[in-house]
C-alpha cells in the first residue's frame, strides 16, 4: 500500500470518529423537525434574552435561519436616508428585528 493510500485511509478514519462524538444539540441542528409555531400564534419571549416576558403576536416564520418575527418585541430604530433632489425628507421608523 502506497503511502497516500495510508494518509488517506487515516484521514477518513479520524474524520469519522469526530462525526461520531456529535452532541445532541447538533444531532437536532442538523435533523431538521416541523415546527409548531405558526404565523399569528401569540407567543412568549422566553429564555435569556433582553425582551423576556413580553408577548406578542407572530408576523413572520423564517425557517431557514430558526428565526422569528414578534409583533412590537424586539424593536429597533431604523434612519432613512433622504434625498433633497427628490424632496424626500430623512427619516426614523421603529422596525421589530427577528428573534
Do not use: C
Request: glycine share 8%.
Amino acid at each position: 500500500m502506497s503511502a497516500r493510500m495510508r494518509l488517506t485511509r487515516i484521514f477518513n478514519e479520524s474524520a469519522h470518529r469526530r462525526r461520531a462524538r456529535e452532541t445532541a444539540a447538533q444531532v437536532a441542528l442538523r435533523q431538521k423537525r416541523k415546527w409548531n409555531i405558526v404565523r399569528g400564534d401569540k407567543v412568549q419571549v422566553v429564555g435569556n434574552h433582553r425582551e423576556a416576558g413580553k408577548q406578542g403576536i407572530i408576523k413572520e416564520v423564517l425557517r431557514a435561519k430558526d428565526r422569528v418575527l414578534v409583533e412590537n418585541v424586539n424593536v429597533a430604530v431604523k434612519h432613512i436616508k433622504g434625498n433633497a433632489e427628490r424632496g424626500i425628507k430623512g427619516r426614523t421608523i421603529q422596525k421589530e428585528r427577528s428573534l
